[in-house]
T-cell receptor
Framework: KAGVTQTPRYLIKTRGQQVTLSCSPI?????VSWYQQTPGQGLQFLFE???????NKGNFPGRFSGRQFSNSRSEMNVSTLELGDSALYLC???????????????FGPGTRLTVL | AQTVTQSQPEMSVQEAETVTLSCTYD???????LFWYKQPPSRQMILVIR??????QNATENRFSVNFQKAAKSFSLKISDSQLGDAAMYFC??????????FGGGTRLMVKP
């Protein structure tokens, strides 16, 4: 099976712009989670989508949003970009058959976002 | 907040030797899962090993094994016969309700030839 894919791999934006990142999960996986990785804060959970519904959300401002399509592909959007949004954004997929899931999450290669 | 702590920011091991990476965690739950992920310079997070908290037997995957001490909330990773390709950042993580992973700060492992 193909792994989790993320596009684009690299992005450079300026402050105030918005950006959309895309994630395609492993075939058959219905849960997609997003994480932000920065040197200062480490890996932090953004949100999780399951069957086109946001099921869980981390502690991030409303500028960070996402959605999931019927084919389980997910997009994440950041509006009004700030310098501090520069990070590696990782997407992970899992079967996640229940809300209290024990299924392993498999990660994509990430999108490196730089905000100037 | 339920946290995961990796007390060793950096570790070094000689090729072919054994190294142990430490991880402790905080939880009020009795049923949970623990993971070790590896992140090489390519930045791709790769699952190394997974441990179910209800299982007493420590998980093993080839050269990788864990020492899971549930009462102490400790979950260390042992890498045997270290190889140059093992050099990477290693993250310990536990799952929370809602399919959310909480990660430790990571340990950078260097392997000396």
């Amino acid at each position: 099976k193909a792994g989790v894919t993320q596009t684009p791999r690299y992005l450079i934006k300026t402050r105030g712009q918005q950006v959309t990142l895309s994630c395609s999960p492993i075939s058959g996986h219905r849960s997609v989670s997003w994480y932000q990785q920065t040197p200062g804060q480490g890996l932090q959970f953004l949100f999780e989508y399951f069957s086109e519904t946001q099921r869980n959300k981390g502690n991030f401002p409303g500028r960070f949003s996402g959605r999931q399509f019927s084919n389980s592909r997910s997009e994440m959007n950041v509006s009004t970009l700030e310098l501090g949004d520069s990070a590696l954004y990782l997407c992970a997929s899992s079967l996640a058959r229940g809300d209290r899931s024990t299924d392993t999450q498999y990660f994509g290669p990430g999108t490196r976002l730089t905000v100037l | 907040a339920q946290t995961v702590t990796q007390s060793q920011p950096e570790m070094s091991v000689q090729e072919a030797e054994t190294v142990t990476l430490s991880c402790t965690y905080d939880t009020s739950e009795s049923d949970y899962y623990l993971f070790w992920y590896k992140q090489p310079p390519s930045r791709q997070m790769i699952l190394v090993i997974r441990q179910e908290a209800y299982k007493q037997q420590n998980a093993t995957e080839n050269r990788f094994s864990v020492n899971f001490q549930k009462a102490a909330k400790s979950f260390s990773l042992k890498i045997s016969d270290s190889q140059l390709g093992d050099a990477a950042m290693y993250f310990c993580a536990r799952n929370n309700a809602g399919n959310m992973l909480t990660f430790g700060g990571g340990t950078r492992l260097m392997v000396k030839p």
